[in-house]
């Protein structure tokens, strides 16, 4: 993934991903190694729901795949790693990128949400 392959909805989304402290450690730990979801737990000091619910983040918005694999012992795994991405943000480079934003901002979900109260 390159900045070039995402409209600004697409990259919007990735960058609220890659906001979150969790998601961080999270890519950088399988940046490092493909891993599976107990383990990552035990690694990362998160509780495996919480990590859920990050590594589901994740894997919708393209930074993560995952591969459900059966172990030795007939265990049902899923590993995930990360998938190579590229994000060089410039002023210049992110101008054709915002001309295709279609999502509402914050502020206008806000002001519609008090505006149907």
């Not at 943000?89 to 509402?104: M, Q």
Request: avoid cysteine.
């Amino acid at each position: 993934m390159n900045l070039s392959d995402l409209n600004g909805d697409e990259l919007t989304k990735v960058l609220a991903a890659l906001s979150n402290p969790h998601r961080l450690r999270v890519v950088a730990a399988v940046a490092k190694e493909r891993n599976y979801v107990s383990r990552l737990a035990r690694d990362l000091g998160i509780s495996r729901a919480l990590l859920q619910v990050h590594l589901r983040k994740l894997e919708s918005v393209g930074l993560v795949s995952s591969t459900l694999e059966v172990s030795a012992d007939g265990k049902a795994m899923k590993y995930y790693e990360v998938v190579p991405f590229a994000l060089h943000l410039t002023p210049s480079n992110i101008i054709p990128v915002a001309e295709t934003i279609s999502i509402a901002t914050d502020e206008k979900e806000a002001g519609q949400a008090q505006g149907e109260r």
